[in-house]
């Protein structure tokens, strides 16, 4: 179920602003709590694929401890990619607890 | 001395996996050994096992490469849907410019050869227009297809259907092509070489290098489908 989604969560956790993947896998596991404990190399083909599209933009600067890292920020269009996918999301979700919530037995026909 | 060698080792075989896109390799191994020299420096203790745990949760290289194969080939597939319409519209532009120098140069056809030229012709034209409208349709349906994140049934069957409207474009195409070397050997027939026949055999040569181009470029592509889904399977299988 996971994988149907990694590219909202992805976007959702590039919100906060930009980073690089090991800062948005490290993003991912703390705002669900370790829930969404992926193969961190997973986020790499979802960054790649996201930046394809023009949802993200990739750029390579050097990091303190000298080495070139890329780093990811959503873009115009990304960030109303997500926020579309929030709201397909909160539909769902209401959706699904409503479900759960009305779990009164069936009334018998007489 | 063994630290450095674990993530060099599996940044390597990562990007060996990745050979089928060589900038993607590269871009790749400078971007997951940072990652995992970061990996490594965030824990609480570093060396050969604190490697070993960085790559462990960083996943399987030939699986991460196969979610990688998906977007390279959705990539390839767009090329081969522009390609078809490029290819086409070549064709046609040859075909007028040596329309344009047999009226520049007075070059009459055959006249024994009228009547079979008109049905040539014929073929000529409704092959170009049917390769010029199942290009456009292949192009389109390749350009709103949704790449999925891991290669499905589905999309493998979608990518076969494009694979097939693109070799209908194609046989239309070799068709016209053929029609033009009929037409142009029709008008070239009886009379003596001259330097005024270039244009219309490089033309030819245009038009039958694009028919090549595209053949090459669809075979490559139903390889690379094949390929991947192989591949994918494997992937998944070893997970």
Same mark, same amino acid.
């Given at each position: 179920?996971?994988?149907?989604?990694?590219?909202m969560?992805v976007?959702a956790?590039? =919100?906060a602003g930009?980073?690089?993947g090991?800062?948005?896998?490290e993003?991912?596991k703390?705002?669900s709590?370790?829930?969404?404990?992926?193969?961190?190399?997973?986020?790499?083909?979802?960054?790649?694929r996201?930046?394809?599209?023009?949802?993200?933009a990739?750029?390579?600067?050097?990091a303190? =401890?000298g080495?070139?890292?890329?780093?990811?920020?959503l873009?115009r269009?990304?960030?109303?990619?997500l926020g579309?996918?929030?709201?397909?999301?909160?539909?769902? =979700?209401?959706?699904?607890? =409503?479900l759960?919530?009305g779990?009164?037995?069936?009334?018998r026909?007489? | 001395?063994e630290a450095p060698?674990?993530?060099?080792?599996? /940044?390597?075989?990562l990007a060996?996996?990745?050979?089928?896109?060589?900038?993607?390799?590269?871009?790749m191994?400078r971007e /997951?050994?940072?990652?995992?020299?970061?990996?490594?420096? &965030?824990?609480?203790?570093?060396g050969?096992?604190?490697?070993?745990?960085?790559?462990e949760n960083?996943?399987?290289?030939?699986?991460?490469?196969?979610?990688?194969?998906?977007?390279?080939?959705?990539?390839r597939?767009?090329?081969?849907?522009?390609a &078809?319409?490029l290819?086409?519209?070549?064709?046609f532009?040859?075909?007028?410019?040596?329309?344009?120098?047999?009226?520049?140069m007075? #070059?009459?056809a055959v006249?024994?050869?009228?009547?079979?030229?008109?049905?040539?012709a014929?073929i000529d034209?409704?092959?170009?227009?049917?390769? %010029?409208?199942?290009?456009i349709?292949?192009w389109?349906y390749?350009?709103?297809?949704?790449?999925? &994140?891991?290669?499905?049934?589905?999309?493998?069957?979608?990518?076969?259907r494009?694979v097939?409207l #693109?070799?209908?474009?194609?046989a239309?195409?070799?068709?016209s092509?053929?029609?033009d070397? /009929?037409?142009?050997? %029709?008008?070239? &027939?009886?009379?003596?070489w001259?330097?005024?026949?270039?244009i219309? /055999?490089?033309?030819m040569?245009?038009?039958?290098a694009?028919?090549?181009m595209?053949?090459s470029?669809?075979?490559g592509?139903?390889?690379r489908?094949?390929?991947?889904?192989?591949?994918?399977a494997?992937s998944?299988?070893?997970?």
């Open positions: 179920m996971l994988k149907g989604h990694l590219d969560i976007l956790a590039l =919100s930009p980073a690089h090991y800062a948005v896998i993003e991912i703390r705002r709590g370790g829930a969404f404990d992926l193969p961190e190399g997973t986020i790499y083909p979802v960054l790649h996201l930046e394809q599209a023009g949802l993200l990739g750029r390579w600067v050097t303190d =401890s080495r070139r890292r890329r780093v990811y920020a873009t269009r990304g960030d109303r990619a579309e996918q929030r709201a397909v999301w909160e539909r769902f =979700s209401d959706a699904v607890g =409503s759960f919530r779990n009164r037995p069936w009334k026909p007489a | 001395m060698g674990l993530i060099s080792e599996y /940044v390597e075989r060996g996996e990745l050979d089928f896109d060589p900038s993607l390799s590269r871009r191994r /997951v050994e940072d990652h995992l020299r970061e990996a490594v420096a &965030a824990g609480p203790v570093g050969p096992e604190a490697e070993r745990r960085a790559i960083f996943g399987d290289a030939r699986a991460i490469a196969a979610q990688f194969a998906i977007g390279s080939l959705a990539k597939a767009r090329r081969v849907g522009v &078809a319409v290819m086409v519209a070549a064709v532009i040859a075909m007028k410019a040596r329309l344009v120098w047999y009226g520049v007075e #070059c009459p006249p024994r050869m009228e009547a079979l030229g008109e049905i040539v014929l034209r409704y092959s170009l227009w049917s390769s %010029f409208f199942v290009g349709a292949s389109l390749i350009d709103r297809l949704r790449v999925p &994140a891991v290669f499905t049934a589905e999309y493998r069957v979608r990518l076969q494009f097939f #693109c070799s209908v474009a194609t239309a195409l070799i068709a092509v053929i029609s070397g /009929v037409l142009t050997s %029709f008008r070239l &027939a009886g009379t003596g001259s330097v005024e026949f270039l219309p /055999v490089l033309s040569v245009i038009e039958i694009c028919a090549g595209l053949v470029h669809i075979r592509m139903a390889q489908t094949a390929a991947t889904g192989h591949w994918s494997i998944g299988r070893s997970r």
